[in-house]
């Protein structure tokens, strides 16, 4: 079972719907959990932090960890053209660097 | 802030030569990573350093790769001798805490022929 699971896409929302994307781990100790979005070519981006359960709002973004069912989640509310990436999840253990997932790709069709 | 600096950008070689990439993290972080990029296999972490010091090379693919940290604000990753299956996007990261956040540089484009 690989540490980080996602699924890889591609998820195609249209034009100001929400788009959820999920990810699931496989080890209890995770400490710290982000979300990178990364466009074609380019580099990661941090997008989002969070370290407790429940839900964490920034902007357009919501975070949502459950540790308990080893599961975090990102909800982008009124999606635009611009936010089509690959958004990867990323853990971090306290133990190694940060893990990541395989990404999944969002397409949001004007 | 410069962000990370990876050098270079782009890089294409022949099978068998010796490859050279670099990195300069953020001034004041003190954890630097590399990371490989493919489509098969996503985001690898090749190795790490907290404070100049390797802590864990246990993503190295074998032998033919090394990583160096010379100082607080540069890094070195060599492949020697290189081949076609090493052509990936080498990302270079760097962080100021413990708590895992890492910021990447722009990557360096390998390509083996």
């Known amino acids: 079972q690989k540490e980080v699971e996602q699924n890889s896409g591609p998820l195609s929302v249209p034009e100001g719907a929400i788009a959820s994307l999920n990810c699931t781990y496989s080890?209890?100790?995770?400490?710290?959990f982000f979300w990178y979005r990364q466009y074609s070519g380019k580099s990661p981006e941090l997008i989002m932090s969070?370290?407790?359960?429940g839900d964490k709002e920034d902007g357009r973004f919501t975070a949502q960890l459950n540790k308990a069912s080893q599961y975090v989640s990102l909800l982008i509310r009124d999606s635009q053209p611009s936010d089509s990436a690959t958004y990867l999840c990323a853990l971090y253990t306290g133990r190694r660097a940060l893990t990541f997932g395989s990404g999944t790709r969002l397409q949001v069709q004007p | 802030d410069a962000g990370v600096i990876q050098s270079p950008r782009h890089e294409v070689t022949e099978m068998g030569q010796e490859v050279t990439l670099r990195c300069k993290p953020i001034?004041?972080?003190?954890?630097l990573f590399w990371y490989r990029q493919t489509m098969m296999r996503g985001l690898e972490l090749l190795i790490y350093?907290?404070?100049?010091?390797?802590?864990?090379d246990s993503g190295m693919p074998e032998d033919r790769f090394s990583a160096k940290m010379p100082n607080a604000s540069f890094s070195t990753l060599k492949i020697q001798p290189s081949e076609p299956r090493d052509s990936a996007v080498y990302f270079c990261?760097?962080?100021?805490?413990?708590?895992?956040?890492?910021?990447f540089g722009q990557g360096t484009r390998l390509t083996v022929v």
């Open positions: 969070i370290y407790s359960n």
């Open positions: 990261a760097s962080s100021s805490w413990t708590e895992g956040l890492a910021f």
């Open positions: 350093f907290n404070n100049n010091v390797p802590i864990d």
């Open positions: 001034s004041g972080h003190n954890s």
């Open positions: 080890d209890r100790v995770s400490q710290s």
